[in-house]
DNA sequence: TTTTGAGTTGTTCGA
DNA sequence: GTCGAACAACTCAAA
C-alpha cells in the first residue's frame, strides 16, 4: 500500500498547498496532521495568545475542510520530535511531506526528525511552499547572496515567470485523501489557553478568512502607493498573518500582482520581494537573530538608560505618535507599518535601546509575528542590517507624525486623553503653553517628553561614529 | 582586478 | 513656507 502522510505547519490551508500536492501526487492514500507543538506552546508566557486562538481556529476550519472532502486531519499535542516518526510508523506512511521553514529552530527540529524517520527506514522530504523564490534561487554573478535590496528585486523580477507563480491542482487529486478517526480536537484549556478577543478585534482565521481579506484588498489594490503610510487610512493589505500562518499562497497573491498593472500592485509586490529577501537572509545567515549583520556594528554598546525600555513598551514616552503606535500593538496585535519604523528608530535612536530588545518585544505581540521580518526590519531600524547609512536613519518623530498623521485622527484615536488639543500641537503636546493645557494637562494627562530629540540624535551619531 | 554607480521608506540647514 | 544641498564616506554588485 503506497501511503504518505502530510504535516501541516506554517501551510494551513488545501488550496496550492505544495507539500498536500507532492503528496497526493506521489501517493494512494495521503494522512494529513497536524501537531500543537508542545515545545513553543509551553515555552509561551502569556497564556492568552491570540496567535495560538488563529492557529487553533485555522486548524479547525482545516480539519473540517478535510473532512468535506472525504479525507480526515489527525490532530495531535506534545513534541513534534517524537509524535511525528510514531505516527508515520502506526499509519505506514513512507514518505512524510512538509513545507521548508526557514526559522533555527524550525531547521534544527527538522533534521531530528528526519533523522528518525530514516533510521526507521521512512523520509522527510521538505518542500517549498511560502517563498517565491529559496536562498539559493536567487544570486550574484559571483553565485553569492544579494546583501542588498534593490539588485536582489531586479534578479527577483528577471527571474520571475508562469512555472514559478504557477497553482498546485490540489483539487484534482483530494480523492487520495485518507480520513481520520474521528476524535475530538483539543479545545485552547486542554493545552493551557484562554481564549482572546481575536474575532471582536476583526481578524477572521483560516483559509476562508485570509481569502475574505484577499478579496477586499483587491479591491484597494490600486490606491495602495499614495495611500499606505497614512496610519488613518484603510491601506496595508493586513495579509500578513494570513502569509504568516499559510492560510492564503504565497504564489496565488504575488501571480495577482504581478499580473495587475499599475504602481500600487508593482509597490506591493515589493513588499512581497521584501519578504522573500529576509527569508532568504535568515536561511543564509541563521546568527542574525542575535547579532548585526554588519559585524562592525556587532560590539556597539547601547547606553539603554533605566525605564526608557519599559516606558517604550507602556507607551508613556511622551512623543504621541509613538505612544499611539505602541498602543494599536499592545491593544490589538497590530502595528502599522510605517509605525514600526517610527516606534523602532525612537526606541534605539532616541531612547539608545538595543534593537534586540524591541525586536523581542514585538515579538511578544504581534499576531503576524515572523522571525525573519522582524529581525530583518529592527536591523534596518537599527542601521546595523544590509545597508550602510545610518545617519539617514534618524526620524523625527514628530515630522514624521505631520508627514503622515496630519490630521492627528491616529493618534486621537489611540490617545482619547489628547482628543481635546488643538492640532497645532497634537504632534508635540509639550509645546503649549500653560493656558493652552487645559485640554490636556502635560504632566498629569500626558506625559512629558522622555528625551530631547535633536540631543538624543547627536548622541546616537556619536555612538555610530564610535 | 579595477572602476563605477547606486543604495526603501530622511533630516537639517541656509538661502 | 519652500527649495536644494549637505549630511559622511561605506559597501555592494556589475561592468
Redesign the pocket.
Known amino acids: 500500500m503506497n501511503t504518505a502522510m502530510v504535516w501541516f505547519r506554517r501551510d494551513l490551508r488545501i488550496h496550492d498547498n505544495a507539500a498536500l500536492w507532492h503528496a497526493l501526487k506521489a501517493a494512494r492514500r495521503v494522512h494529513c496532521v497536524f501537531v500543537f507543538d508542545s515545545d513553543i506552546l509551553d515555552a509561551l508566557p502569556d497564556k492568552t495568545d491570540r496567535r495560538v486562538e488563529f492557529i487553533h481556529a485555522s486548524v479547525g476550519a482545516l480539519r473540517r475542510t478535510l473532512e468535506s472532502r472525504g479525507g480526515g486531519l489527525h490532530i495531535l499535542a506534545g513534541s513534534p520530535r517524537h509524535l511525528i516518526p510514531e505516527l508515520a510508523a502506526e499509519l505506514g506512511a513512507m514518505t512524510v511531506y512538509a513545507a521548508r521553514d526557514y526559522e533555527p529552530a524550525a531547521v534544527e527540529r527538522d533534521a531530528w526528525v528526519a533523522e528518525r524517520l530514516t533510521k526507521a527506514g521512512r523520509r522527510l522530504e521538505l518542500v517549498k511552499d511560502q517563498v517565491i523564490f529559496e536562498a539559493d534561487e536567487i544570486l ?3 553565485g ?9 528585486k ?2 527577483w523580477l528577471a527571474k520571475l515567470d508562469a512555472f514559478h507563480l504557477g497553482t498546485y491542482p490540489v483539487e484534482d487529486l483530494l480523492g487520495n485523501l485518507a480520513p481520520a478517526a474521528p476524535r475530538r480536537m483539543p479545545a485552547l484549556a486542554d493545552m493551557g489557553f484562554r481564549s482572546t478577543d481575536l474575532i471582536e478585534l476583526g481578524v477572521q482565521p483560516g483559509e476562508a478568512g485570509g481569502r475574505a481579506r484577499w478579496e477586499e484588498f483587491r479591491e484597494r489594490i490600486d490606491r495602495y502607493r499614495e495611500t499606505r ?1 497614512f496610519p488613518a487610512v484603510n491601506a496595508p493589505s493586513r495579509l500578513s498573518v494570513h502569509l504568516r500562518f499559510g492560510t492564503l499562497s504565497i504564489r496565488e497573491l504575488a501571480r495577482f500582482a504581478h499580473e495587475h498593472a499599475g504602481e500600487g500592485a508593482d509597490t506591493w509586490l ?2 512581497l520581494i ?1 519578504r522573500d529577501f529576509y527569508q532568504m537572509l535568515l536561511a543564509r545567515y541563521p546568527h542574525i537573530t542575535r547579532h548585526a549583520f ?1 559585524s ?1 556594528f556587532d560590539a556597539l554598546v547601547w547606553p539603554n538608560p533605566p525605564d526608557h525600555y519599559q516606558a517604550w513598551c507602556e507607551a508613556r514616552t511622551g512623543y504621541p505618535i509613538v505612544d499611539a503606535a505602541m498602543r494599536q500593538l499592545n491593544q490589538t496585535g497590530y502595528m502599522h ?2 509605525l514600526r ?1 517610527i516606534a523602532a528608530s525612537f526606541l534605539v535612536k532616541d531612547l539608545h535601546v538595543d534593537w534586540r530588545q524591541g525586536e523581542r518585544y514585538f515579538a511578544q505581540k504581534l499576531l503576524d509575528y515572523d522571525l525573519a521580518a522582524n529581525v ?2 529592527w536591523q ?2 537599527a542601521g546595523v542590517g ?4 545610518p ?6 518623530p514628530v ?2 507624525s505631520e ?1 503622515f498623521d496630519p490630521s492627528g485622527s491616529f493618534i486621537r484615536h489611540f490617545l482619547p486623553e489628547l482628543a481635546a488639543v488643538p492640532d497645532k500641537f497634537i504632534h508635540a503636546p509639550w509645546k503649549m503653553t500653560p493656558t493652552q493645557r487645559l485640554a490636556c494637562c502635560i504632566g498629569s494627562d500626558y506625559p512629558p517628553p522622555l528625551v530631547d ?2 540631543r538624543a ?1 547627536a548622541t546616537t ?1 556619536a555612538l555610530f ?1 564610535g
Do not use: C
Request: cysteine-free; hydrophobic content about 35%.
Open positions: 550574484t554573478a559571483a553569492t547572496p544579494y546583501h542588498v535590496f534593490s539588485p536582489f531586479r534578479a503610510d515589493s513588499e521584501w554588519q562592525r507599518n510605517r519604523m530583518g526590519g534596518w531600524s544590509t545597508d550602510a547609512q545617519w539617514f536613519r534618524i526620524f523625527n515630522t514624521q508627514k530629540h535633536t540624535r551619531l561614529r
